[in-house]
């Protein structure tokens, strides 16, 4: 066993920390107040390659793996949770779709201007029905001649209302199921789809989400992800890469959290001494850095299983579940050693109380999440 993280993927860490320091962390009350993300800060990241980090280089991917993507998303979650959720949506979940379920010539086209920046990705797979119960979608695509023809309708996509692309799950054969669910690449500007109005959120503010319509979208059959009926399957693997790192993320949020508590527990004092060096301020600090290291371990294994070419969906559920609730955790805590300051909106730890809300319920819930691990105990005892 090897704990050793490779020494470019240090580098690339380091120098994203240090991007971070410099060009996302002084915009993060910027980006919640003016609920975006500040133009040039979005080209930047695009032109360093952010946009891209997992994706082969053959397609003008960073090529740093899960791994990789993972450190990165570690730091980038530090600054402000919209980020790591604009990234993650486009890359994990819509770009993962796309390079594991597309052909050389989808690649070359999408997953290249996803690489580049030329393309934003979204992933739409939820409907007004259809939330845990991903399987049972509404949205129908039905051939003819050379295209299909889909009606239908997705909820709370992110990155929906700005996305140059979507991939889109539709039922082709409703008698099949999960089996009868295929995934499609949709342009922005594609004749029948329409937008519902910007959904206004809890959190996560700079990042955006909005329903979308279908109303006879004709999308050419090329723009078809692998052979009929084999969506569902795509979609569940890449989920897999997004629920680590999602967990990526909220290790990166988590962290955020423990160095600012830190600070304020030996800057703060009350009592005629720094609150730090109260034993129930120290407690929570311990909890939450061992919390945090445990969540990071999980974060890495998993990872690591996904650039083995392993299938990893038991830990991707067991670091999903449990890294979303350890953020939830530490930012309670967090919030309980500043005290009445992180309960004003100016305060980052009110944000980053608010923003971890969501990790336990996208991408999977924490039921079913535990739905996952469980079924697999109970389906192989000698795991
Ligand atoms: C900010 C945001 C961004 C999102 N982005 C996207 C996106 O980009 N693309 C996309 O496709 N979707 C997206 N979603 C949708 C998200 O994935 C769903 O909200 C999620 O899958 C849960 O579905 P639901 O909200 O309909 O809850 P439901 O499925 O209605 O569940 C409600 C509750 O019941 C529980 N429950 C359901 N079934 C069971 C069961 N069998 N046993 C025990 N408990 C159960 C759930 O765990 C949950 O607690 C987003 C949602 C939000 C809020």
């Known amino acids: 066993m090897d704990f050793e993280i490779p020494e470019e993927l240090v580098d690339l860490k380091k120098s994203i920390r240090e991007f971070v320091d410099k060009e996302l962390l002084p915009v993060s009350q910027q980006v919640e107040d003016e609920d975006k993300i500040p133009d040039n800060v979005m080209k930047q990241m695009k032109e360093l390659g952010y946009f891209g980090l997992p994706f082969p280089e053959e397609y003008g991917g960073m090529g740093v793996g899960y791994l990789g993507y ?12 919209a980020y790591s959720n604009i990234l993650g949506a486009h890359t994990s979940i819509a770009g993962g779709t796309i390079n594991l379920g597309g052909n050389h010539q989808q690649k070359d086209k999408y997953l290249r201007g996803m690489a580049e920046g030329r393309y934003l990705g979204a992933f739409g797979l939820t409907e007004p029905g259809s939330g845990s119960d991903a399987a049972s979608i509404r949205t129908t695509a039905v051939k003819k001649g050379d295209r299909y023809i889909i009606n239908g309708q997705k909820i709370w996509i992110t990155n929906g209302p700005y996305a140059d692309l979507i991939t889109v799950y539709a039922t082709t054969d409703k008698t099949l199921g999960a089996r009868g669910i295929s995934a ?11 937008y519902g109005k910007t959904d206004h959120k809890m959190g996560l503010h700079g990042s955006h989400t909005c329903p979308l319509f279908f109303e006879d979208m004709e999308v050419p059959e090329e723009n078809r992800l692998g052979p009929e009926g084999t969506g569902f399957y795509t979609a569940m693997k890449a989920l897999d ?14 962290q955020f959290m423990l160095e600012a508590s830190v600070k304020h527990a ?14 129930a301020i120290q407690w929570m600090l311990a909890d939450m850095e061992t919390e945090i290291h445990a969540a990071r371990l999980m974060v890495y294994h998993a990872a690591w299983l996904l650039d083995q070419g392993k299938r990893a969906s038991h830990e991707a559920a067991i670091v999903k ?6 953020a939830g955790r530490v930012a309670d805590k967090a919030v309980q050693i500043h005290g009445g300051m992180a309960y004003m909106h100016d305060s980052p730890i009110e944000r980053g109380y608010r923003d971890v809300r ?26």
């Open 70 to 81: 993972c450190l990165a998303l570690e730091e980038i979650g530090r600054a402000n949770a």
């Open 266 to 279: 030996q800057q703060r004092h009350q009592f005629g001494k720094a609150i730090g060096e109260n034993q």
């Open 184 to 194: 499609f690449i949709v342009e922005k500007g594609t004749p029948g789809l329409d």
């Open 358 to 383: 969501i990790l336990r319920i996208y991408e999977g819930t924490s039921e079913v999440q535990r739905m996952i691990i469980a079924g697999d105990l109970l389906k192989n005892s000698s795991r």
């Open 241 to 254: 890469g997004g629920r680590v790192s999602l967990a990526a993320g909220a290790v990166g949020g988590a």
């Open 321 to 326: 579940v449990y890294a979303s609730e350890m």
